[in-house]
């Protein structure tokens, strides 16, 4: 009897992290000779240590497919991480004792850096604690900040939904400025690198194009500056649009968001950059302003996912299956570019060693040089990663996602864990 | 020589009006003999007020046909009403002296409410001032306010934008909740009305799914009644979805948005009724949270359009020049229901009269009894105006929206105007 295998997703979840999930359980399904049954983590690794697996083998083939078309995380995912062997060899003892009782020997684990870790240490198993088990990352982040991969599934296709918003919502102020809204300020998603916020300004074609200027975090905020580019944008162009990243800083190192607004006590108010860098603006230039912020529904955007980002989510999903039939441990399948226009792309790997623990930060030579834009390198890299479209099934007007039926594994063990 | 025809968009801009445009230019170009030029009013009635033309027989057939697909308004829109014919007969003397000096016979308003208010006006030139001019209105406001029409253009693309949005985040934060997130708060426009926020609830096609909640307008918002429906979801669904109008009030009458962001001033923070939602569910419900403010995304999301939504807009322009034509003055084509299900629609057309200064409200008998959903004759009423999707065409990963040249007519006036 071939060993069962275990698959999560971890972390944020994004439009196509179940793309990946489709990739794992049809290829596994492809090869019942070698991979048993695969039980998906109930939220995450949370459903490993507390023995609450979903036996994927209940979902028809056409609701497996369907979540190649489908955003969020199906099994639930989590934000947990697992501490080192040596801090908490408990958590590993578990993670055994569960992966013993359900002969589990592959563990695929779907997520970002962190969760990268956490395959890598789970990797570790058999070498360090005699459990024989075949590990292999999926890499996924919106935050596009693991290494060795050119991008990580995710990320594409909130690009897309980034680059298509604010130049919908440019071609909207423009037709406004005359007599009403000068300045459209859009929030995006990005705590330390400015991935997301650099793929907005593929929405410009040329210089009068919106976004006219991006806010990113790597960049000191300088109001001065930042004023001045505003306000040439609305004198030239009639009207400024702007993408600014959530994790924009201000000279004393204080996120941005965090400076303007104050709840009703007086409190800082979590979240919201958009709104005080608009506040700003109409403080200092005048300006009436609009402001949006994404939030959730950039990285859930099924809708509006790029076909490539889903093309190699779900081609990194089957490339794990095969690594790890293949017999290779501690690895992550990675995409590798071959070339730009046409964009070629090729499944690799790369080490998990390699891999845990490293962030990949944007390029310093990627943002123009007057810290309000992108650079020819940086369009030339990111361009390929929003090409095509892949849009889901609808019906009644409605994109139809699927909800699995999520059946439980009847548990095997008789103690139970309370997580730490 | 047949008449010229003047066209100007007006108010906030939406995703199809500039199907409606295209909808009136191609039906002038296949009546040679009976419109002549159609010139648009650069940044609406403005235009004409300045004389500032825009002649469209300068752009390609193709181009105008990309306006089908093209969100935002073409010529630029404003924000400009004509006052009375007895307050301001300066205002009609000058678009009479324009209109004589270009030679137009035909008047197309693009808009809303306050729109339709000046066409009225506007088609009584002939009758109060001794001009001919026939004066044809054309729907237009996502705010769905606009009497007779079953509905207004731009309205079900926001619509399906709304409903998709909050479907996708729902599903993302189903995901999160074991951990993290629980609560998502989308804020979507609607200041006096709640149809769109209403548009929401078509995501939910079981109770359990999100959104489970709706602030409308119309309802005074009871903090207490609306934490009591928060905890349910959270502890029945796992998490709560929640989409906010940006127009909710509470007992005092003052929109909730005021009551509760300022800025680092001290100053009451314009827009944003989302974060206070979220903050008041976070300080008594201790519940971690995200929120979303769609703002100008929503209504210029071409990208995601209502195919029944840019089918109307067309048709509504095409019927605006065939009913000019035939010499009808002083109306507006208007969407007739035939069918919910299949649904089935044709054109009429309405007396501006009956129009102007008319505002659709929605019926009490949309809202749930418990103040925080639709009712099934809601649904039945909102479902076919999402229905159908009419992709835009890509390149580069972007959709290919269309920028024409907007030449200006010369000008024939030595006069200039100033406007009040």
């Not at 109409?282 to 009436?288: P, Q, V």
């Not at 020819?376 to 390929?384: S, T, V, W």
Request: glycine content about 10%.
């Amino acid at each position: 009897m071939p060993k069962n295998a275990f698959y999560a997703q971890s972390g944020g979840v994004t439009a196509v992290i179940n793309a990946s999930a489709c990739g794992v359980i049809e290829t596994a399904r492809q090869h019942p000779d070698k991979i048993g049954k695969v039980y998906a983590g109930r939220n995450g690794i949370i459903g490993a240590l507390t023995e609450d697996l979903i036996d994927t083998s209940q979902e028809s083939d056409a609701d497996i497919a369907a979540l190649r078309h489908t955003p969020s995380g199906a099994f639930g995912s989590c934000r947990f991480k697992l501490k080192g062997l040596e801090e908490s060899k408990v958590e590993y003892d578990r993670l055994i004792e569960v992966f013993k009782a359900h002969d589990i020997g592959f563990f695929f684990y779907n997520g970002g850096g962190d969760s990268q870790d956490t395959s890598y240490k789970v990797s570790q198993l058999a070498e360090k604690m005699g459990y024989p088990i075949t590990c292999v990352g999926v890499p996924k982040t919106v935050d596009n900040d693991l290494p060795i991969t050119d991008n990580c599934p995710g990320f594409g296709s909130v690009a897309k939904y980034v680059a298509v918003s604010i130049k919908e919502a440019s071609f909207d102020v423009a037709s406004m400025a005359k007599t009403s809204t000068k300045v459209f300020v859009m929030e995006v998603m990005g705590r330390h690198a400015g991935w997301i916020a650099a793929a907005g300004a593929l929405a410009a074609e040329k210089e009068s194009d919106g976004p006219h200027v991006i806010l990113f975090p790597e960049i000191v905020f300088n109001e001065e500056k930042f004023l001045a580019k505003v306000k040439y944008a609305v004198e030239n162009y009639g009207f400024c649009s702007i993408v600014v990243s959530e994790g924009v800083r201000n000279a004393d190192g204080k996120f941005l968001a965090e400076t303007g607004l104050r709840d009703a006590f007086g409190h800082a108010q979590l979240g919201g950059v958009a709104p005080v860098v608009a506040n700003l603006i109409k403080e200092k230039l005048g300006y009436k302003y609009h402001w949006a912020v994404a939030d959730y529904l950039q990285r859930a955007a099924r809708h509006i996912s790029s076909k490539s980002d889903v093309d190699q989510a779900y081609a990194l999903g089957k490339a794990a299956v095969e690594l790890a039939i293949a017999g290779k441990n501690a690895v992550m399948p990675t995409v590798v570019r071959l070339s730009n226009n046409p964009y070629k792309w090729e499944i690799g790997s790369a080490n998990l060693a390699d891999v845990a623990n490293v962030e990949k930060m944007m390029p310093k030579e990627y943002i123009s040089e007057d810290g309000f834009g992108i650079t020819a390198a940086c369009r030339e890299y990111l361009q390929p990663l929003i090409l095509g479209e892949d849009y889901p099934p609808y019906q009644n007007g409605l994109p139809q996602y699927v909800q699995l039926k999520n059946v439980g594994v009847p548990k095997k063990l008789q103690t139970t864990y309370t997580l730490k």
